[in-house]
């Protein structure tokens, strides 16, 4: 979920879609995005229908100190998009995302990140790392290992705040970024000052994972959690079992429930990130702003933590928009507003 950084900055200011879709079918996916138009003077309505169930097979590669399990469509020439997923989510938030991109010629790349699905770590001595600059260094070593030097980055929750530190940070391997609820880099000494209670409570999960408790809770209960957070973070999606087991899976890996666990730990202070990180993380901890062309997003119905736009748009110095996604959209809006999540990568690209 999103980071605790942003809402003390508020208190302190304020990616089968690879098993390819017939030609008909794509053109009416593409005919059902809202055109751009549409999108730039206000917000999008929310009524799409999930086309694909399941990805094609997926693909491998080492990649620092990863073997980078990931999802792949579109032409090799094609410019790249990179989709990032959060938790408790995975790459199928991008299942209906990534075919209208790819019809649209883009190449597109959906990876599992540390902790999720065929993503593994390659050495058992690595430590299990959830920190922001490890998973947004996972990213940047992807992008070398597949020769990729540019890319349109889209995100949301860990996603977003991935894809926000590389636009930061590396501002010159991103074309331009589309980033749900914002501005998301993450600063432990500003998520050192208690919050008021009512803002506290919606952080129980994040609490809970600082405890031995929490953290064997989660082991032994990691779907039914995900679940919950599922139905908190979107009370208005109405996925079938079917959705959330495919996704499950992706839990499964040997280390996710370390690595979530250490990410949320690590934003509190109660737990140390690796010393080979710290040069990136005093970068990350001034709050740079992010001047690539971008898009920040966010659902009328987002049941997550996240902050009013109003507290970090000022953060985007490049050309820069906002859109709300109505119709009921939660937290996971790739997944639950598909098209207009491909038709905001589209339009980034055009600012």
């Known amino acids: 979920m999103n ?6 900055q508020i208190n302190q200011s304020r990616r089968d879609f690879f098993a390819a879709a017939t030609a008909g079918l794509a053109a009416t996916q593409l005919r059902m ?6 999108q730039a003077t206000g917000g999008s309505s929310a009524s799409n229908s999930p086309v694909h169930t399941s990805f094609g097979a997926l693909k491998q590669i080492d990649a620092g100190v990863l073997n980078v399990g990931y999802a792949e469509d579109g032409p090799e020439d094609g410019q790249p998009v990179i989709l990032l997923h959060g938790w408790p989510y995975d790459i199928y938030s991008y299942v209906d995302v990534a075919p209208i991109l790819a019809k649209a010629g883009y190449r597109v790349i959906v990876p599992y990140l540390r902790g999720y699905g065929t993503t593994r770590f390659l050495s058992a001595g690595t430590p299990r790392n959830g920190q922001q600059a490890a ?22 929750d860990w996603g977003a705040r991935t894809a926000d530190i590389i636009a930061a940070i590396w501002p010159g391997r991103c074309e331009a970024l589309v980033a749900v609820s914002g501005y998301l880099l993450g600063n432990q000494e500003l998520n050192k000052p208690p919050l ?32 919950l957070i599922w139905e908190l973070a979107s009370p208005r999606w109405k996925f079938d079992d079917a959705t959330f087991e ?43 702003d992010i001047s690539v062309p971008t898009i920040t997003i966010e659902g009328d119905a987002n049941g997550a933590p996240h902050p009013d736009q109003s507290a970090y748009a000022r953060r ?36």
């Open 246 to 288: 495919r996704s499950a899976a992706a839990f499964d890996n040997p280390d996710h429930v370390a690595v979530a666990i250490h990410n949320y730990r690590w934003r509190l202070g109660l737990a140390q990130g690796e010393a080979r990180f710290d040069a990136l993380e005093k970068k990350i901890a001034v709050l740079p």
């Open 135 to 156: 998973l947004a260094g996972d990213i940047v070593d992807l992008m070398d290992a597949l020769r990729i030097e540019k890319a349109i980055f889209g995100g949301y």
């Open 196 to 227: 008021p209670p009512k803002v506290e409570l919606q952080w129980w999960y994040q609490f809970y994972f600082a405890t031995e408790r929490g953290a064997a809770g989660y082991a032994k209960y990691t779907r039914e959690f995900a679940r």
């Open 316 to 351: 985007f110095t490049g050309k820069y928009r906002h859109r709300i996604f109505t119709g009921g959209v939660g937290h996971n809006a790739p997944q639950e507003a598909p098209h207009e999540f491909a038709q905001a990568i589209i339009d980034a690209n055009r600012l």
């Open 33 to 38: 995005i809202r055109p751009a138009a549409a």
């Open 3 to 8: 980071g605790l950084s942003l809402l003390a």
